[in-house]
């Protein structure tokens, strides 16, 4: 399996007869079955357009998305999509909302039922199956999106800042959490986030987008054994590298950018 992104361009039109806004320009690249890639770029560059693109959620303005050499059908079954607020059923149990999926598919109660409570046992919400978003934290209620995708096994899986929402030591528990799922299944997650920590501890390979219109300035290789020293020198020198590129995407002076354990920042 393999998706290409090839020459994806995207301009949303102008208000009251203003010019149209250029948010993606020509984005290029190759993800391999199996791969855990992350893109990051400053803040409003297009990461979220450039998933609902592959996801059939936004129509490109230019350039195709392929999925073993075809063109992704939009709406396509073979991505599956993570997004940030969770976007749970409020009516639906835990178990509910992991098993709509199957539903929607038609398969029978018992089959979906079963299917369902496996995930509840792999995804530690054993005791929470009958309980509602409300109830639930932020990280249970983001664990059962995770679920909720992955039980549909889809070709590719779409994340877009899955653990944004998360305070910092619940957003590291996630982080391995999902790392050990990854792992496990090894499916091809493309990951969008800002926080380049988060970057450097899960990927194989970072994709660095410019301000906006994006366009893929620098990708980054990760090739370091799993798990990481996320402290450790080198995933430390690949970080300030990282940082180093998005502070002159910003335009930002090397003076000017805080180096952050956690996040990239420019004051």
């Not at 993570?82 to 539903?103: H, K």
């Amino acid at each position: 399996m393999s998706l290409v992104l090839s020459g994806l361009s995207k301009n949303f039109p102008g208000e009251g007869g203003s010019e149209a806004v250029a948010v993606l320009e020509d984005i290029r690249f190759r993800v391999e079955e199996g791969e855990f890639i992350s893109i990051v770029g400053p803040s409003g560059c297009g990461k979220t357009t450039l998933l609902r693109i592959i996801a059939g959620l936004e129509e490109a303005s230019d350039g195709k998305v392929l999925l073993d050499g075809k063109e992704l059908p939009q709406g396509s079954k073979e991505v599956g999509m993570v997004f940030q607020e969770y976007a749970l059923f409020p009516w639906r149990t835990t178990l509910g909302n992991i098993e709509f999926g199957l539903e929607v598919k038609g398969i029978n109660k018992k089959k979906r039922r079963a299917g369902a409570m496996e995930y509840i046992r792999t995804f530690d919400l054993n005791g929470f199956e009958r309980r509602y978003p409300a109830e639930l934290s932020g990280g249970m209620k983001q664990r059962v999106a995770i679920a909720r995708t992955l039980i549909m096994d889809p070709e590719v899986v779409l994340m877009d800042e899955p653990f944004g929402a998360l305070d910092s030591q619940t957003r590291n528990l996630l982080q391995q959490f999902l790392l050990h799922i990854w792992q496990k299944r090894r499916d091809t997650i493309l990951f969008v986030t800002h926080n380049v920590d988060e970057a450097v501890f899960l990927s194989d390979r970072i994709v660095i987008l410019s301000k906006r219109p994006a366009r893929i300035v620098r990708t980054f290789d990760v090739d370091l054994p799993r798990p990481r020293d996320r402290t450790g020198a080198e995933c430390n020198q690949i970080r300030r590298d990282i940082l180093r590129v998005l502070a002159e995407e910003t335009g930002a002076g090397s003076g000017e950018t805080i180096f952050s354990q956690d996040c990239f920042t420019i004051s």
